[in-house]
């Protein structure tokens, strides 16, 4: 597991506690983050899986004030310690127009988005897109931006750089179009990068050379990755710490150890089964989990995934608090929202 490879400094770089991010719509509110907290330490790389619709990118959205029109974000803070000594910012409290936003985002927080054919802008090129984050960020003038967008193509491993500066996205192959995505996310030397499904329609060999890509440049840029996905496989290979969310909460939060080695909540059960593995009895069925995701606005009263729960035995009509399993406390290192997990008193 990559808790074994790899350790961060554990120093504190972003913390979210109590996160709600809503959107009001005309049949009600759909609370697409509903009361998330975890933390990512500098260096450190925090897995983040679930289904789709589970709020896993409209996470990642608000720590950077994206979040798309009509939502916002109602509760909660998101504590970002641009320095270690000095005192954390709540990103939730600034403006999403404001200044100091705009010098956080592509900076000092990136993000990788899910589809690089639909996030690059198709009139630009691939060099003037990267060269103008610098030039943004960094103050320099066209020549100093474009030799640095060369310079980063390059170091995403694509080859004749001086070349592909001045071509467009659909020049370049998926695999080509994803590393131009990292590397403008990282152009700037971010001390956070947010990746959102990093290897979406790239087929495995791609895939591999992406995300030994990303362990090299988070190697060489100590920086932190929040990595969502819903690819467990990826989570054991990179992740640190996983945070396993489904209908817009967190239902456990663990070391990768403790998801894949202890998984406590049914719904992680579910999908370490759900994963196909090397060596299962021939034409035998995949397991799966019963039932579908709930819609947002028509969730089930107390714990959201009692009706698809094999291990429910009793009324789930509350919802479980987030639980640690060894203090009982939310800040735990592993934590699990369960009734299972959830003594009487609790």
Known sequence: MASSEKTSDQTPLLEISGLKTIFPTDDGIVNAVNDVSFSIARGQTVGVVGESGCGKSITGLSMLQLVPS????????ILFYRNADDEPMDIARVSPKSELMRQI?????????????TSLNPVYTVGNQIAEAVMLHDQVDKKTARERAIEMIARVGIPAPAQRVDEYPHQLSGGMR???????ALCCSPTLLIADEPTTALDVTIQAQVLG???ELQAEMGMAIMLITHDLGVIADLADEVVVMYSGRVVERGSV??????PLHPYTQGLLKSIPVL?????????SIPGTVPHP???????SFAPRCPERMIACDAMPELVGINGK??????????????????
Request: glycine share 8%; hydrophobic share 35%; net charge negative.
């Open 297 to 303: 606005l028509a969730l089930p009263v107390g714990c």
């Open 257 to 262: 150890d403790d998801i894949f080695y202890n």
């Open 105 to 117: 985002r592509g900076n000092e927080i990136a993000i990788i988005f899910q589809e690089p054919m």
């Open 279 to 287: 060596g299962r009895t021939p034409q035998s069925t995949l397991p």
């Open 178 to 184: 994803q590393r131009i995505m990292i590397a403008m």
């Open 70 to 77: 009509p939502g916002r974000i109602e509760a909660g803070e």
């Open 329 to 346: 406390t939310e800040n735990d290192e592993h934590a699990v929202r369960c009734w299972l997990h959830t003594d009487s008193e609790g």
């Open 213 to 215: 890509l990303m362990q």
